[in-house]
């Protein structure tokens, strides 16, 4: 299985074409929020996508939660979690959500870390990243309860910055 993790694009358009490009035959695209487009836009009609505190003009939802074989991603932008100061509120919710991947955006730091069994995944920003000057998004692949998220910067697409390994655990329905 793998995913696709872009957050925080922020009106860019080509690189969100660029990245869907880059990664045809992958299982699903997800984006985390302020993409500042509209819900029938284009480039961003293969993405699962969710609401920013930048997403005026798109309807999207919030929040989203998908099941993928045994695994429950919660999928959300974050400053309703104020995640820029504590990953505790996400963390709670993803608990009531019984999600083992949250993927989430805001801050524009990329970060990958496990809390209790869960896999948390920041992608960072496409647009204007904050920690590191790559503009990053994030690859997750995913072979039975092993994990590489790879980091990748959308300037130099088939280099990836880092890959860290994680090992999953699968959740009850």
Known sequence: MKYIIVSDSHGLTRELEQVVRAFPDVDGYIHCGDSELNTDHPA?????????????????PD??????QTHRFFITHGHLYNVKTTLLNLHYKALEKGASIVCFGHSHLVGAEMIDGILYLNPGSLRLPRGRKERTFMVLEIEDKQAVV????????NDPVEKINFTL????R
């Open 44 to 60: 961003i009609l293969p993405y699962t996508a969710v609401n920013g505190n930048c997403d005026w003009n798109g309807n999207f």
């Open 63 to 68: 929040e989203q939660t998908i099941y993928k």
């Open 169 to 172: 655990q699968a959740v009850n």
């Open 150 to 157: 790879s980091i990748l910067n959308v300037e130099q697409i």
